[in-house]
C-alpha cells in the first residue's frame, strides 16, 4: 500500500491575522528588550541601535501593510508563503547588524520554520528549512571571505575562524532541518487529526439530523422522562395525538398531565410491556391509547431515563367494536332467518283465528275485549317482527340523487303536525339544493326514527335541529334534551339495549346498521345545549353543485 497522502489544510484569514499579531509580538519583545538594555548600559555608545530602530520600524509597517491587503487576498497560502519569506529575510537582516557569526538572535531561523510547519505543508517546510540555511550559511561565508559589506559604526568581527564558522553552519542547519523534521511531522499529524475530527463531527451531525428527522416523522409518539418523572422529550407525533407542543409539557410531570399513563410513581419508573389507557387531548376528545415504556441507559448503564412510546388506538377500538356489532348483527341475522316464519305463521294464525271468533254474535262483551286485545297483542309482535328483521337483513340500498335540503324540509312539515312535536321548535341549519347520492326511503326511515327518539328524549318540549354540512358530507339531528351517559352512549346501538319503558330497542340499531349499508358512519356527540346530536357521515357521496 502506498504512502498515505497529506492531507488538505485549508487556511484561513483568522488564523493569518494571528500570524501578523505574532510576529509583531515577537519582534517588540526582543527588539525591544535589545534596545532597552543598550540604552541602559552606561558609559557605552552601540551605534547599532539606529539600525534596530530601523529594523523595527520597517517590521511594523510591513505587519500593517499586510494586515490591509489580507482582507483583499484571494489566494491566502500565497500570502502565507510571503509572510514566510519577509521573515526569513527579517531575521537575516537582524542577524548581520548585531554581528552576523556573533549574533545571539539566529535561533529566529527556528521560529520561522515552526511557523511555517504550521501555515504550510510538510514540504514547503523543508523549503523553508533550506532557505534558512542557505540565508544563514550565505551571511557567514560572506563574512568569513570579507566579502560582506561593512557598515560605517557596526562592530564585525575582524578575524574570524574558520572552524568557528564550519561549526557554526553545520549546527545551525542541522537544527533548522531538525526542527522541519519534528515541526513538519507535528502539524501533519496535528492536522489529521483535526481532519478527522472534523470528519467524525460532521458524522455526528449527520446522525444527529438523521435521529431527528426519524423522531419527526415517526408515527408513534415519543416521550422521554427523567428520573424526577419530568418530560424531557416529546416528538411531532405526540404533539399530533396530544395536541400539546413540546415547550407546553417540557420540564412537567407526567402525572400531572398524563394521569392515566402509570409510568411513574413515587417509587420511580414503571415498565409496561403493553397497556392502554384513556386520554383527553387539548381540544377535549375523549382518546385511547396504547403505550409501552422501558428505561434508557447511558453507556455506563446508568439510567438516563425512561421512554414511553404511544399510539392513538381511538379509530382502531372503534374498528373493533364496529366488527363486533357486525358480528352480532350476523349472529342475529341467521337466528332471524331461521325463526322469521316459524313465528309469523303461527301468529297470521292465532290473530285471524281470534277475529273469526269475534264475529259470532253470540260473543259476550267482555269476551270480545279480550280477543281484541289478542289481535292488538298479535299486530304490534308482527311489527316488532318487522323491525327485528329490518334490523338483522336489511334491504341493500338504491342509492339516487337526492334532494337531502328538500328531504329535512318535507321531514320537518310532516312531524310539525304530529302531535308528539306540538311543543317542539324545529330548527333548520343547512342551505337548499344539497344533493347526495342515497336510498332516499332508508336515510328517510333513519332521519324519522331519530326525530322520534329526539322528541322523546326532550319529553315533547324544546328544539329539534336539522343540519347538514355539505364540505364534511354530514347531516345532523340534535335535541336539548338532558342528553346521553357515556355508559349508554357506548351500548346505544345494540339490539335490545334501551332506556325507555317499554322500547324495543331497535329503532337506534337500525338507524346504525342502514346508515352502515351507505358505508357511513353514526356518531354521537353532545349537543350545543346539553342535549344528544346524532351525526350522520356519509364520505363520498356529496354531490358539488
Known amino acids: 500500500m502506498g504512502r498515505a497522502s497529506e492531507p488538505v489544510y485549508h487556511l484561513t484569514r483568522r488564523q493569518l491575522n494571528w500570524l501578523l499579531l505574532a510576529r509583531v509580538l515577537v519582534f517588540t519583545l526582543l527588539l525591544g528588550g535589545t534596545i532597552l538594555y543598550h540604552l541602559r548600559a552606561e558609559g557605552k555608545a552601540y551605534p547599532v541601535l539606529p539600525f534596530l530602530y530601523g529594523l523595527g520600524v520597517v517590521a511594523y509597517l510591513q505587519a500593517f501593510v499586510s494586515a490591509l491587503l489580507l482582507p483583499l487576498a484571494e489566494r491566502l497560502r500565497l500570502f502565507a508563503q510571503v509572510q514566510i519569506t519577509w521573515d526569513l529575510l527579517l531575521v537575516t537582516a537582524l542577524i548581520y547588524v548585531t554581528g552576523g557569526v556573533g549574533s545571539i538572535f539566529s535561533f529566529l531561523y527556528l521560529l520561522v520554520i515552526v511557523s511555517g510547519s504550521v501555515f504550510l505543508g510538510r514540504k514547503e517546510v523543508f523549503v523553508v528549512a533550506s532557505a534558512a540555511a542557505i540565508l544563514y550559511g550565505a551571511l557567514l561565508d560572506l563574512q568569513f571571505y570579507g566579502y560582506l559589506p561593512q557598515i560605517e559604526g557596526l562592530a564585525f568581527p575582524q578575524e574570524i575562524d574558520g572552524g568557528r564558522v564550519f561549526h557554526a553552519v553545520f549546527v545551525h542547519v542541522l537544527a533548522f532541518f531538525l526542527t522541519a523534521f519534528l515541526s513538519g511531522t507535528a502539524a501533519e499529524r496535528l492536522r489529521r487529526s483535526e481532519s478527522a475530527l472534523h470528519k467524525r463531527t460532521i458524522d455526528y451531525e449527520e446522525l444527529e439530523n438523521l435521529n431527528k ?310 356518531e354521537v356527540t353532545a349537543g350545543e345545549k346539553g342535549g344528544a346530536r346524532f351525526v350522520l357521515r356519509f364520505p363520498g357521496r356529496m354531490i358539488p353543485r
Open 213 to 522: 428527522t426519524i423522531l419527526a416523522h415517526i408515527s408513534s409518539g415519543l416521550l422521554m422522562i427523567n428520573p424526577q418523572g419530568r418530560i424531557r422529550s416529546f416528538n411531532s407525533a405526540a404533539e399530533k395525538i396530544t395536541g400539546h407542543s413540546l415547550e407546553e409539557v417540557y420540564d412537567l410531570d407526567v402525572r400531572i398531565l398524563f394521569p392515566t399513563l402509570k409510568v411513574f410513581d413515587d417509587e420511580g419508573f414503571i415498565l409496561v410491556s403493553r397497556g392502554e389507557a384513556g386520554l383527553i387531548d387539548r381540544q377535549g376528545r375523549h382518546l385511547i391509547i396504547g403505550y409501552a415504556s422501558t428505561v434508557v441507559h447511558d453507556p455506563q448503564d446508568k439510567p438516563l431515563g425512561l421512554l414511553v412510546t404511544f399510539q392513538d388506538l381511538t379509530s382502531y377500538k372503534r374498528m373493533e367494536e364496529d366488527l363486533k356489532r357486525t358480528d352480532r348483527l350476523a349472529a342475529v341475522g341467521r337466528l332471524a332467518a331461521g325463526i322469521a316464519h316459524e313465528i309469523r305463521n303461527p301468529l297470521a294464525a292465532i290473530s285471524g283465528s281470534v277475529q273469526l271468533l269475534m264475529e259470532a254474535e253470540s260473543l259476550q262483551e267482555g269476551d270480545r275485549r279480550l280477543m281484541g286485545i289478542v289481535v292488538r297483542e298479535a299486530d304490534r309482535l308482527s311489527h316488532l317482527l318487522t323491525d327485528f328483521l329490518l334490523y338483522a337483513r336489511p334491504t341493500p340500498p338504491s342509492p339516487t340523487q337526492v334532494d337531502v335540503s328538500r328531504l329535512l324540509d318535507e321531514l320537518a312539515d310532516v312531524i310539525s303536525s304530529d302531535k308528539r312535536f306540538e311543543r317542539i321548535r324545529i330548527r333548520r341549519d343547512y342551505p337548499p339544493g344539497v344533493h347526495m347520492l342515497i336510498d332516499q326511503k332508508q336515510i328517510n326511515q333513519v332521519l324519522w326514527d331519530l326525530a322520534i327518539n329526539g322528541a322523546e328524549a326532550m319529553e315533547g318540549k324544546g328544539e329539534l335541529r336539522f343540519g347538514i354540512r355539505p364540505d364534511e358530507s354530514l347531516l345532523f339531528i340534535e335535541d336539548t334534551g338532558s342528553g346521553i351517559d357515556p355508559e349508554s352512549r357506548e351500548r346505544i346501538f345494540e339490539p335490545f339495549y334501551t332506556t325507555k319503558e317499554g322500547g324495543t330497542g331497535l329503532g337506534l340499531s337500525t338507524v346504525y346498521t342502514l346508515v352502515k349499508g351507505h358505508d357511513g358512519r353514526v
